[in-house]
């Protein structure tokens, strides 16, 4: 028995990413309002995106080379056309971009402190698209906390 | 203070999953019947597995290519029997295997809506099994929400 | 509604690892006082590094020649001073960090069952350092449960 601990509440949200092809969408901004619009200050939140060919991952924020050169990495481990590759049929970054997703992932959980996600200072939340092909990209929100 | 909220309640389970060897088994099933007993509606599910040598992922659900192209790509990307490994006690796929858990993750948070894990129309939950021999694994699932 | 579940609190803490550059730290004990000093006895804990150049993974916790196996396969993969990175301010490792990072993941869910962490009897909870020198790495951590 934990009486003393807070009573746990949930609020959850989701929005949509419009990505121009292969690159990095910072999500910090649209996360910081939903946890704001829940109310909640203490707690965790989990944030998903419903696709296999893009990804949720941290990465460093300030310095734009350090995305060129993830780009630079990724595509040199999983190269686009790749014979290896038989599923191919929306082009040769289709199979590429499931790979890259599996690799990344596509859920995240991060920590809420004080009413703002507990991130380091160098940290951005970011989806990451891995198609060639501007898309348009679910992403939800759930927040655990008091 | 966020007192409109609704408050939130928890529940678990767990199930065992017998591996043919490397491969993939997909848990959406599973995970569904245990959301479902658990009667929460809103909310998120996260799934573990206590194994070191397979792992859990979401991936594309409509061809089983992909997952022949992903065992594929790792295959060459962490290579059975690589003499770059010394913990072989268990075989050439022991320390592959203890690599592409690590590369791909035991864990998953996953959000609930409407009563129903709410994946993208085309993500699967899979164990990957990472051994060359079939296994006997076991996940769990905490449902968090209302 | 779910009434007959348990009502879930929360309980957070945090807490710094120094680290002796490149290599593994064991975690298990920390999260063991801070679950315990929770109280809690079912539910999940998330754990959470507020950095860029760490991760935090589940790795067999048997035979230390897995970790140096685990080291020697990231430093092939993915090269320090590879002439690919242009990010190198802070020198050879600053790039592969943030690589290896991205890859190993910066967040981890895990079950508790009976005020215990259920890890399987083979997994530990390591933070992985991934700069030559060392380090004071902060951890959080958020026990969701009853």
């Known amino acids: 028995m934990t009486p003393s601990l807070p009573t746990t509440r949930i609020a959850t949200t989701s929005f949509e990413v419009r990505t121009r092809g292969r690159g990095f969408v910072e999500l910090d901004d649209k996360l ?3 946890l704001a619009e829940s109310g909640l200050r203490e707690g965790a939140a989990q944030v998903f995106t419903q696709h296999t060919s893009c ?3 941290i990465c460093e924020n300030a310095d734009p080379v350090v995305r060129e050169d993830l780009e630079r990495f990724f595509a040199k481990l999983v190269r686009d056309g790749d ?4 599923h191919d049929a929306e082009g ?3 199979m590429p971009a499931h790979v890259r997703s599996i690799l990344t992932g596509v859920s995240l959980s991060l920590p809420v402190h004080n009413g703002e996600l507990a991130l380091g200072t160098w940290q951005g939340v970011y989806l990451w698209e891995h198609r060639a092909a501007p898309q348009m990209r679910t992403v939800s929100a ?4 008091y």
Not at 83 to 86: I, K
Request: aromatic share 12%; charged share 25%.
């Open 83 to 86: 014979p290896l590759f038989r």
């Open 92 to 94: 040769p970054d289709d």
């Open 32 to 34: 910081r309002t939903g």
């Open 55 to 57: 990804s949720l991952l």
């Open 142 to 145: 759930t927040f655990i906390g």
